[in-house]
């Protein structure tokens, strides 16, 4: 038998309330610096939002989500296109300085058929990557290892983006 791997931070999404008719990313934009560890925001600025994905594909998995409800690239005013894309730039240099990765995934899933599974806001992922980190666990058994909680994770990344413009959660 195969010994069990332990991750007990995808049951809330497994059980919890799936509402369709509320989008929980604008939920997040509409949320302020009193709930930003909570919902493991980073920086928030007027016109997008640097927050952990809750269930990452790596330690350190960000999204960038811009407040504009909107599904396609195409739908985005071009300010907050280009502003968007300014803080995914500026997110990824961090990210990299504070897991001390050896690359990044950049990208955005449009439409469910991309692997898209929250549509109708798009988002902005940046993965970090190190050599080797695609191993037997995800190859063999369609499994990843998380070495942080989301959390500790928060805390750690919290002072890389300080000196970003926004607005943060109080100090860890």
Request: aromatic fraction near 10%.
């Amino acid at each position: 038998m195969k010994a069990p791997l332990w991750a007990p931070w995808r049951i809330g999404y497994i059980v919890g309330p799936k509402d369709k008719s509320r989008c929980i990313f604008c939920d997040y934009a509409g949320h302020g610096p009193g709930q930003f560890r909570d919902d493991l925001t980073l920086v928030a600025d007027d016109r997008v939002y640097v927050t952990l994905n809750r269930y990452p594909f790596a330690a350190g998995h960000l999204m960038v989500i811009p407040r504009a409800h909107v599904a396609d690239l195409g739908d985005l005013a071009p300010d907050d296109y280009d502003h968007l894309f300014r803080v995914v730039g500026q997110a990824a240099a961090r990210l990299r300085a504070a897991v001390r990765a050896d690359g990044l995934n950049v990208g955005i899933n449009l439409g469910p058929a991309a692997g898209a599974g929250i549509a109708d806001h798009l988002h902005v992922h940046v993965v970090p990557r190190w050599q080797g980190d695609t191993n037997f666990m995800p190859v063999l058994a369609d499994v990843r290892v998380m070495p942080q909680a989301l959390d500790d994770t928060w805390k750690h990344l919290y002072p890389h983006f300080r000196d970003l413009p926004g607005q943060r959660a109080a100090e860890p």
